[in-house]
């Protein structure tokens, strides 16, 4: 189909193309009503959809964000997605979401392809591929900010969960019950990701300073072969197990090991999860969960995001931690 312009609009209404510009970004001081209906009918009439990106980056913005999650199949990557879209929407923002799937090579793709369409800013959960191009950004003070993750050496602020804090809180509560051990279950580390990081850091620490009153074991590895190793280590012989289970992959994993064991969970078991997915709370029995802050951390990265989109400059720190939330079910 033909596209509309301005001057076929300007034409029908009998007006000046400059008095539709002045309508379209309303701008009514000086216009009468009989004009502004004509020029209405005009658009309708044509069916003229306007330029915005256009209009706006002769105004030096798009109004549009990008937000590029390292893996959108964590509950926590879609969550905080779904918030900050509904922030971007009340703020009159548009975001362009991409899923890197854990790969430096496909957001680094993502990035320029997001620059190439000149948005205002970027949210990242960063795959630890890409220091280099970050630091580029940094250095042309493009709009940048982290959530989840930081990058040791480079000042772009992030926003994420206490992690030590969630580890501490989920051990103190599994220690209200008479247990006989202790299972650390996490995804790979060998990716240096920060929360999978600190998150194990809080558990050794917790360990060291334990290992005489209570036994402990740390099972990691890929999520592929998560639920193997679980299996292997395991020891089902012991009566009482507190579990602390790292991230919802790990829950996943570890509810599949029990299911294929035939395992009744309540008589052996008693679970936290880092993140408060649904299936925590549907499980029978349901599970006890550490909950991140969703709203506050999306509020604090957009507004991080917003002053250095309009302001050039943050009064955020370089690290931004919130507290967990311990759901006890």
């Known amino acids: 189909m033909k596209k509309i312009t301005i001057k076929e609009v300007a034409k029908e209404a009998g007006v000046s193309v400059s008095t539709v510009s002045q309508y379209l970004n309303k701008r009514f001081s000086y ?4 004009t502004k209906l004509r020029i209405n009918s005009a658009i309708e009439k044509l069916d003229y959809k306007p330029n915005y990106l256009a209009r706006n980056l002769k105004g030096g913005s798009t109004k549009t964000i990008g937000i ?3 893996n959108i199949l964590h509950h926590f990557s879609t969550s905080i997605t779904r918030s900050i879209e509904d922030i971007c929407d009340k703020n009159g923002y548009h975001l362009i979401i991409c899923n890197a799937d854990d790969n430096p090579e496909k957001e680094r793709k993502y990035i320029q392809n997001l620059m190439s369409k000149q948005v205002d800013g970027l949210i990242i959960f960063p795959t630890f591929g890409n220091e280099a191009l970050y630091r580029q950004l940094l250095e042309q003070k493009f709009p940048l900010v982290f959530i989840d993750r930081y990058i040791e050496g480079l000042e772009v602020p992030c926003f994420k969960l206490d992690n030590i804090a969630a580890i501490k809180e989920s051990y103190d509560y599994l220690m209200k019950y008479d247990l006989d051990r202790v299972y650390y ?9 920060t929360p999978r990081i600190e998150r194990m850091r809080a558990f050794k620490s917790i360990q060291k300073e334990s290992e005489l009153t209570i036994n402990h074991l740390i099972i990691a590895n890929k999520v592929r072969d998560l639920s193997k190793e679980i299996s292997k280590e395991i020891d089902l012989s012991i009566e009482r197990n507190g579990v602390i289970l790292a991230n919802d992959f790990a829950l996943a994993e570890f509810l599949g090991f029990a299911s294929q064991n035939e ?3 309540q008589e052996k078991f008693k679970l936290v999860s880092i993140d408060d997915i649904p299936l925590a709370q549907l499980y029978q029995p349901p599970i006890s969960t550490v909950k991140q802050p969703i709203e506050i951390i999306s509020e604090n990265a957009f507004d991080c995001l917003l002053q250095q989109i309009k302001l050039k400059q943050h009064n955020y720190e370089f690290i931004n931690e919130y507290p967990p939330q311990l759901i006890e079910r």
């Open 185 to 193: 279950i996490s995804t790979s580390l060998e990716k240096s990701i």
């Open 263 to 265: 395992v009744a969970i």
């Open 68 to 70: 590029i999650v390292a």
């Open 31 to 34: 216009m009468s009503e009989p």
